[in-house]
């Protein structure tokens, strides 16, 4: 089984930055696409980004193209969220989770989650 724990969540100002970070229990960390989902408020979570095992592929939502960066060290069983130009809409829970399905976007695909860190996005 695989444990998963978010950190790097807060407070920040519309047009700042933050960056998660999520680490892994398992040694078999690097056998896994990683992937960031989100959650606000009354509505259902979100695909934010996922990478391949290697990291060599990337994908991303259209809502965060172009402001977040998914990233991962598999030396350090760890995997990255660099978010910039954060906006109001921003505003969720973000969760990282594992899975054995290349680039999975569907969060039924996933089989281990982390419990959340709140990521607020002040107007």
């Known amino acids: 089984q695989v444990q998963l724990v978010e950190s790097g969540g807060g407070l920040v100002q519309t047009g700042g930055s933050l960056r998660l970070s999520c680490a892994a229990s398992?040694?078999?960390?690097?056998?896994?696409?990683m992937g960031w989902f989100r959650q606000a408020p009354g509505k259902e979570r979100a695909f934010v980004a996922v990478?391949?095992?290697?990291?060599?592929?990337?994908y991303y939502a259209d809502s965060v193209k172009g402001r977040f960066t998914i990233s991962r060290d598999n030396a350090k069983n760890t995997v990255y969220l660099q978010m910039n130009s954060l906006k109001p809409e921003d505003t969720a829970v973000y969760y990282c989770?594992?899975?054995?399905?290349?680039?999975?976007?569907?969060?039924?695909?996933?089989?281990?989650w982390g419990q959340g860190t709140q990521v607020t996005v002040s107007s």
């Open positions: 989770a594992s899975s054995s399905t290349v680039a999975a976007i569907s969060p039924a695909l996933y089989l281990y």
């Open positions: 990478s391949s095992w290697s990291g060599d592929y990337t």
């Open positions: 398992a040694r078999t960390f690097s056998r896994y696409s």
